[in-house]
């Protein structure tokens, strides 16, 4: 009898031994995984999104510049130079950390608290990727490589200012999107740096000059403010998944 009971007590005090080892390595996998995409938004993606809404209206001044330079019939040398002046920073919009803690299942054993923390701020980075590409394409629309002697065609100028406009809206969108990306990020309680933020401004305004804005000066945004009906739809999408 006693030596079933010190079995029994023995297996017990095993398998509370063993329990408590899963949930002190689940809460280090947890730390771990919250550091990594902690340092992923701080240093890699906050920054990219309060750059491009800090230039974008120095980008919206460039885009009026070529729409307005092909409907005053400057020569195709200037479309070109204007053009040329027209390069909105390429960005990744990294999720990796993101994605291998959910592969690990890190964000899953604290329950559903942790998951909505960093998917709430993940959830809008592949609608900035895919909006990035569209923008990308549009830039590849504006370069015009006949000879620079020859005049602008009518149907050029007519192509110079739809894909200015659209690249306007694309521009407003990124803004837009990256305003999300920062609101969202300071709920879930992650910021950049204030020595982060004034090395963006110094940089941005050193090439654009004063049409460079503070972000935080900004209105905050909420989720179902100011997206085109296409990037609404996609982040509805991506909350009902």
């Known amino acids: 009898m006693w030596e079933i009971l010190i079995v029994t007590v023995g297996?017990?005090?095993?398998?509370?031994?063993?329990?408590?080892?899963?949930?002190?390595?689940?809460?280090?996998d947890l730390r771990v995984a919250e550091q990594q995409m902690l340092l992923e938004m701080r240093e890699d993606n906050l920054p990219q999104a309060f750059a491009?809404?800090?230039?974008?209206?120095?980008?919206?001044?460039?885009?009026?510049?070529?729409?307005?330079g092909a409907d005053s019939a400057v020569s195709r040398a200037e479309i070109h130079r204007l053009v040329g002046e027209f390069e909105p920073p390429v960005r990744t919009w990294d999720s990796d950390a993101y994605d291998a803690a959910l592969s690990s299942g890190a964000l899953t054993h604290e329950g559903p608290q942790a998951l909505m923390r960093w998917a709430t701020i993940y959830r809008v980075l592949p609608i900035m990727r895919t909006a990035g590409v569209q923008e990308d394409q549009l830039i590849g629309d504006l370069a015009i490589l006949r000879d620079d002697r020859l005049p602008l065609t009518v149907?050029?100028?007519?192509?110079?200012?739809?894909?200015?406009?659209?690249l306007h809206r694309e521009n407003r969108n990124m803004s837009t999107i990256g305003q999300l990306v920062i609101g969202l990020s300071k709920t879930a309680g992650v910021e950049m740096r204030g020595a982060q933020k004034a090395a963006i401004l110094k940089d941005l305004r050193s090439a654009y000059g004063s049409c460079v804005r503070?972000?935080?000066?900004?209105?905050?945004?909420r989720e179902e403010q100011e997206l085109s009906l296409p990037e609404q739809e996609k982040l509805n999408l991506r909350k009902a998944r």
């Open 52 to 68: 491009r809404v800090a230039m974008a209206s120095c980008l919206d001044d460039q885009l009026d510049a070529i729409a307005h």
């Open 214 to 221: 503070d972000p935080d000066a900004l209105p905050t945004l």
């Open 11 to 28: 297996v017990f005090i095993a398998l509370v031994v063993q329990q408590w080892s899963e949930n002190r390595g689940r809460k280090n």
């Open 155 to 166: 149907d050029e100028r007519s192509g110079l200012v739809r894909t200015a406009n659209r």
